[in-house]
């Protein structure tokens, strides 16, 4: 791979970006929105050449929003820019005495300065008995997995088909309201929904009286909400529950898993600092190596992998993709910042992420939507489905492909 390195320069790019899906592409579109008249040469790892839009994977899993339609082209972007380019592959780890990664496959690319953007995975803890049959849906063969699943055992007609969604966060939440809104379709077996949450109440980042409309209109739609009930196992035909010290066998066909996000395992090879769950420890500048004099300065994290850590400790966190796109502007202003500098100068001041604590959240339940901001909830269901696809539009177009330069006469 450092044969790919230009003439008389030592490395192969001077920003190698880990990841390509909402903060890597993001560091990516700012650092050439910043310096478009010099863009720096560019290298990004990722194992996918495309991502799926995850705000409405729901939609995407039932076919509602086809999938053709919501997928995101990162590689072919990366690959229209100038000087920059798109390495498709798993990362094995770092060697930061080179400032480079290491693919399985043996490749390395060496930078002068890199950003990890890795993200995370949607994975039931491996301790619970049965979760390999758990189907989660944020990689792409999760997603194609399940979406098979559901096509064979939702296909047809017949008597309805009892799926278990694990989760009473938002995203368990809306995959529970659009599985149930399926029951109308002629080409489908009806759903029997059991939505399993750990908390006592359902989406317990918004307020009280949000959680229990949404649990309302979830139950007119026939959706069996359980709310401070554990799953203890999960076998061929059924799942295992337990609330109040009570066990239940609930019947299941399918069993899904939105209960939660965990570190992506190559966090765990990188050797950086991590926070006690295994994410990316970084400060308020989104440095790697959080320290008042930072070993390697040139190290930056951004997105779901990463936790800030400043001040009174561990700053909350939305880990929603708008925080995404808003430390990678951050990122990419402070590698700019790092890329003026000579090498070997002292580390000039960079800029710190600030911390939002809130923003309007969209909360998508079948035939229904609501939008929240503040104390505002707007229940205009054909307005809000509109309004998201358009930003899923918004967000796509902001990431197509430049036009190839003309040729030569």
């Not at 017949?158 to 809306?174: K, L, R």
């Not at 077996?189 to 229990?212: C, D, F, M, Q, W």
């Amino acid at each position: 791979m450092s044969s790919a390195a230009e003439p008389g320069s030592a490395r192969d790019a001077d920003v190698l970006v880990l990841g390509a899906s909402f903060a890597g592409i993001e560091v990516v579109y700012q650092l050439h929105r910043m310096l478009g008249d010099r863009p720096p040469r560019i290298v990004v790892v990722d194992r996918e050449r495309e991502h799926g839009y995850l705000p409405l994977q729901q939609e995407r899993l039932v076919g509602v929003l086809p999938p053709a339609q919501s997928c995101l082209h990162s590689a072919a972007y990366i690959e229209s820019l100038p000087r920059a380019r798109f390495v498709q592959g798993e990362i094995e780890g770092l060697s930061l005495d080179d400032r480079a990664v290491v693919l399985t496959d043996g490749r390395r690319v060496t930078a002068r300065t890199i950003v990890v953007a890795l993200g995370s995975e949607l994975a039931p803890p491996p301790a619970l008995p049965g979760a390999s049959r758990l189907f989660a849906h944020k990689r792409r063969e999760q997603f194609e997995a399940l979406q098979a699943a559901l096509g064979e055992r939702l296909g047809g007609s017949g008597e309805p088909v009892p799926v278990v969604v694990v989760g009473g966060g938002i995203s368990g939440v809306e995959l529970a309201a659009e599985l149930a809104a399926q029951g109308g379709r002629p080409d489908r077996r009806a759903p029997r929904v059991t939505l399993v949450g750990s908390e006592p109440r359902l989406v317990p980042n918004l307020r009280p009286n949000i959680a229990a409309r949404v649990a309302r209109i979830l139950a007119a739609a026939g959706v069996d909400v359980r709310t401070s009930t554990r799953v203890t196992a999960i076998e061929d035909d059924d799942v295992e529950l337990e609330a109040a010290g009570v066990r239940e066998r609930v019947p299941c066909a399918i069993a899904m898993w939105a209960g939660g996000l965990r570190p992506a395992p190559v966090l765990a090879r990188l050797g950086l600092p991590t926070t006690a769950a295994g994410w990316l420890s970084v400060g308020p500048t989104l440095q790697c190596f959080a320290r008042s004099t930072p070993t390697h300065p040139w190290l930056f994290a951004c997105g779901d992998a990463v936790r800030i850590v400043g001040g009174a400790g561990e700053w909350p966190t939305m880990q929603r993709a708008i925080e995404c796109l808003w430390q990678a502007k951050v990122v990419a202003r402070n590698l700019v910042t790092l890329l003026a500098a000579a090498e070997g100068d002292p580390v000039p001041p960079l800029r710190p992420h600030r911390l939002r604590t809130g923003f309007a959240y969209g909360v998508s339940l079948g035939h229904r939507a609501l939008v929240l901001w503040g104390r505002l909830c707007v229940d205009l269901p054909r307005i809000n489905r509109w309004f998201r696809r358009w930003l899923m539009r918004q967000y796509f177009a902001r990431y197509e492909p430049l036009p190839p330069p003309p040729s030569p006469r």
